[in-house]
């Protein structure tokens, strides 16, 4: 009797890990399925967009169903994008030059406010750093005539430069809780052992620091990327010269074909072109981008 009894536990026993392994492994599929449908879903959209983008004009009127060119992949849409204006690629230069100067201005800034706020102890600190942070709770429609009034008597109404300048201030709050909560994260430790080895201003930051907080500099900079590339609204109402015009703004000028009608095809098409750089730096810097985000969050 002892013996069916000890035999039956040890039947059990053996079969209790065989059975947590299958409802891993069914837990393990559920998830690695929805996972996929979740990505499709995500997807889908800019498949459509970017397949759309190569259909005939005649096509382009139809509704994008199927989203697949029928009659064969064209480049018509981005032919007509071509011929607007000075070029596509004169626009994109445009939108090029804005996102990159307003992301190296926004680095150099919020890295410098960021250390300043971590290491540094001067009168109304945290209230200083409450109004910046305060600041992202203000709607910047609101304050869009101050602005517009602001550069012009500045002389940097309807320049590239002037809009740098806007989409820098927008995103400073942001970037300066980034970096401030990035170096937070570093050891003092570190930075007095450097200071034992003779390390003092800007090398402590460019040398020492710079390189520990990396990654928060990566999320800093691409955010701030992305939105002045994508921004819309201040572009257009800053700029009044064709010339200087920006993507988003430039969509908004070639969407409509003839009598009225949307040229759907030239907006596909440029759509596909404002997502190339993103994607690109996206895929490029996504590990130290969530990693700054991720590690800029708390300290």
């Avoid at 800019?46 to 009659?71: C, G, H, K, N």
């Avoid at 900079?221 to 257009?236: K, S, T």
């Avoid at 009598?259 to 098409?269: H, L, M, T």
């Amino acid at each position: 009797m002892n013996a069916v009894t000890f035999s039956d536990q040890a039947m059990a026993a053996s079969a209790a890990p065989t059975q947590r392994k299958g409802r891993l492994r069914y837990h393990t599929l559920i998830f690695h399925a929805t996972s996929v449908l979740v990505a499709l879903l995500f997807l889908a959209p800019l498949v459509w967009v970017v397949l759309s983008s190569f259909r005939s004009p005649a096509e382009s009127t139809q509704p994008p169903i199927p989203p697949w060119p029928m009659d064969g992949f064209s480049i018509s849409s981005y032919d007509r994008l071509e011929n607007f204006g000075q070029s596509v690629l004169h626009y994109s230069g445009n939108s090029l030059f804005v996102a990159v100067g307003t992301s190296m201005l926004t680095i150099v800034v919020s890295l410098l406010a960021g250390y300043g706020f971590s290491r540094y102890r001067f009168p109304l600190k945290g209230l200083a750093f409450v109004l910046i942070l305060s600041t992202m709770m203000i709607p910047f429609q609101s304050i869009l005539t101050p602005l517009f009034l602001l550069l012009a008597k500045m002389g940097l109404q309807n320049t590239l430069i002037g809009l740098v300048f806007i989409y820098t201030t927008l995103q400073l709050p942001f970037s300066v809780f980034m970096m401030r909560n990035a170096f937070d994260a570093v050891p003092k430790e570190i930075e007095e052992a450097a200071r034992m080895d003779g390390v003092k201003g800007w090398r402590m930051l460019v040398q020492v620091m710079g390189p520990l907080v990396l990654p928060g500099v990566v999320t800093v900079g691409l955010f701030a990327f992305l939105n002045a590339w994508n921004e819309f609204l201040a572009a257009l109402v800053l700029l009044t010269d064709q010339s200087k015009f920006t993507l988003p703004v430039l969509m908004t000028a070639v969407q409509h074909g003839r009598y009225g009608s949307v040229d759907w095809g030239a907006v596909q098409a440029g759509v596909t072109l404002m997502m190339i750089p993103c994607m690109i730096l996206f895929l490029i810097l996504q590990r130290s981008y969530i990693r700054g985000l991720t590690a800029g969050a708390v300290k």
